[in-house]
């Protein structure tokens, strides 16, 4: 058997129609408060990034302030620094003439005194008197000699070449005057 529905057609439309509303009411007011949630929930992200970018930038702007309070010590630490290479340089590329005067007065023969030194980078001008001519041969001769035995360990080789440029007698001490140029390797005084 079959159901006989006795409602006229129009008035199916409008329960059909009524359905529809409601049915689309409902599904409204749940998107509704599913978008006023979802929004809700936004806004409070939001607000939370808002306030941890704000955290950050105080923090930033403390650091900031610090590096800038510490520029002095930052400059302090760069004169210092070049302070420090440079006596590095210095004390790295130093000449240590004390190790040449000691060597001359090894090798310079009792008899025979260095009144005056003049050092340049490789050479010395060396004035002195002597007793005799032979004291100033034998100067020369040490200063030359590499296996001169009575010097300082390491600088058999020194010097290179000796040049006697003048000798005088001297009437007044009954002395010798000369003066000599010595070259010598500055490496090995470092």
């Given amino acids: 058997m079959q159901d006989i529905n006795l409602l006229p057609q129009s008035e199916i439309a409008e329960q ?14 749940i998107f ?8 809700g929930y936004v806004l409070y992200l939001n607000s939370k990034i808002k306030s941890e970018i704000s955290a950050l930038d105080a923090e930033i702007q403390g650091f900031r302030n610090e590096i800038t309070s510490r520029s002095s010590i930052e400059v302090t630490v760069r004169n210092l620094d070049k302070k420090y290479n440079s006596l590095k340089s ?9 190790k040449l005067m000691e060597e001359l007065r090894f090798r310079k023969p009792s008899t025979l005194e260095l009144e005056s030194i003049d050092v340049k980078e490789g050479r010395a001008n060396i004035n002195g008197v002597a007793d005799n001519y032979v004291s100033i ?44 140029v010595v070259d010598f390797n500055s490496q090995l005084l470092k």
């Fill in 90 to 98: 210095i004390f790295e590329k130093q000449v240590k003439y004390s």
């Fill in 32 to 39: 509704l408060v599913l978008v006023i949630a979802a929004s």
């Fill in 137 to 180: 041969a034998e100067f020369v001769n040490n200063l030359l000699n590499e296996n001169f035995s009575g010097g300082t360990k390491g600088l058999e080789d020194l010097f290179s070449t000796v040049s006697l440029n003048s000798v005088s007698m001297e009437n007044s001490r009954n002395k010798i005057q000369f003066f000599l």
């Fill in 16 to 29: 059909t129609k009524s359905k529809a509303v409601k049915l689309s009411t409902v599904f409204s007011i």
